[in-house]
Structures are given as C-alpha cells and as structure tokens.
C-alpha cells in the first residue's frame, strides 16, 4: 500500500491550464481505470472532482478533466480560476478492495 | 441534502481506545458501502477502513489492522470506528465518506462528512 506519485506543487496563472501527474504502479493505476481525484481547501472536506478516470460527478465543471497512460494519471484544469487554488490528491483501487492516495499537490493560482 | 456528520474525537493516551461515530442522513445508508478515510495534521489523504453494505465484507490499511474495527448499524443508519491501541502517529483527522462502487470494486468516494480530530498524546 505505497502511497501514489504527485508533484508537491504546482501553479499557473488565471486563463492557464495546469496538469498534476499522478504516478502509481501496474498493481493500482496501471491495472484499473479507477482513479479519483480530490479537491481540497483549507479546514475543509476533500470534495470529488474526477472519478473512474475520467467522468465528471453532477455540478463539475467542465474545466476540471481526467487521463491516464500507463500508471501514470492526470488531473487538467483549465482556464484557472482563484478559486482553483487548493489541495489535490488522487486516488486509485490498488486491488484486493483496497484504495490508495496520492501524496497531494498543492495548486497555486498566481 | 445527502449529509454525513462524524462524532467522538478528542484527546486520548498513546495506548487507550476511542470510538468514532458518523451519522447519515437524505440517503439510503443500508445500500452503501463506506469508507473512513484519515490525514494527519499537515500530511495527505490516507485510506483507513472499508465496509460493504450489509457488512459483510470489511477491509483495513496495515497500518490499523489489528487496532481498529469498522463496523455499521443500518437501523441506525450510521458508521462506526472502533480504535484500540492507539499510537501517536494516529493522530489525525478521520472523515467518513461514502463509497461508490464499478461493479463490485471500490471507485470514490463521493459523499465527505466533515471530519472529527482524534488526538493521542500523553
């Protein structure tokens, strides 16, 4: 159960887009399309952005976008807005009914 | 609105035990599987516990394996988690979220209560 791969920290300007890679192994990531991904604001519950990959849940905009290649997944936002800015941390069945996160990225809007 | 409220938390011994409740609400709780998700203070996401519907299939991360029990009472439509043995590494935050299903297999979670702090320290 090895936490999965992200970049501490990344950060765009308004208007831009920004991807977060999410690496993981061909035991979680690279065997499944069963990757999450998480928003996060400060003192806050984590909130569903991305889920199986690539389908977005009801309310989330469309900016808000899921990949993968391999073991490794990626989250896209575009267009960044302010409220952007936050936490994201992605997750991934990881077999035998267990799940396993991301170490987190920490989005900064500029 | 679909809603999950944790209870219990507070400050407790390295070694002694502690019982997390999470109350449901605007959902039918007894056809969900669900989930007790944890992040140490300034640290990230970390999957605890699992709980399919009926509960009859339960699961743990190794680091709580043994320690703590996941259990459910659908009457009551609430999630518990029973903690035993606890270590100062188990401080945390412990959030209970609902777990949505690809078949039979975990996918997300979709539904986040908004988190109770368990703190052990002597």
């Known amino acids: 159960q090895s936490a999965l791969t992200q970049p501490a920290s990344v950060s765009g300007s308004p208007g831009q887009s920004i991807t977060i890679s999410c690496t993981g192994t061909s035991s979680d990531v690279g065997s499944y399309n069963l990757v999450s991904w998480y928003q996060q604001h400060p003192g806050k519950a984590p909130k569903l952005m991305i889920y199986e990959g690539i389908k977005r849940p009801s309310g989330i905009s469309n900016r808000f976008s899921g990949s993968k290649s391999g073991n490794t997944a990626s989250l896209t936002i575009s267009g960044l807005q302010a409220e952007d800015e936050a936490d994201y941390y992605c997750c991934s069945y990881a077999g035998s009914s267990t799940l396993v996160f991301g170490g987190g990225t920490k989005l900064t809007v500029l | 609105e679909v809603q999950l409220v944790e209870s219990g938390g507070g400050l407790v011994k390295p070694g002694g035990s502690l019982r997390l409740s999470c109350a449901a609400s605007e959902f039918t709780f007894s056809t969900y599987s669900m989930n007790w998700v944890r992040q140490a203070p300034g640290k990230g996401l970390e999957w605890v516990s699992s709980?399919?519907?009926?509960?009859?299939?339960?699961y743990y991360a190794d680091s709580v394996k043994g320690r703590f029990t996941i259990s459910r009472d659908n009457a009551k439509n609430s999630l518990y988690l029973q903690m035993n043995s606890l270590r100062a590494e188990d401080t945390a935050v412990y959030y209970c979220?609902?777990?949505?299903?690809?078949?039979?297999?975990?996918?997300?979670?979709?539904?986040w209560g908004q988190g109770t702090t368990v703190t052990v320290s002597s």
């Open positions: 709980v399919s519907s009926s509960s009859s299939n339960i």
């Open positions: 979220a609902r777990l949505h299903l690809f078949g039979s297999v975990p996918s997300c979670m979709d539904v």
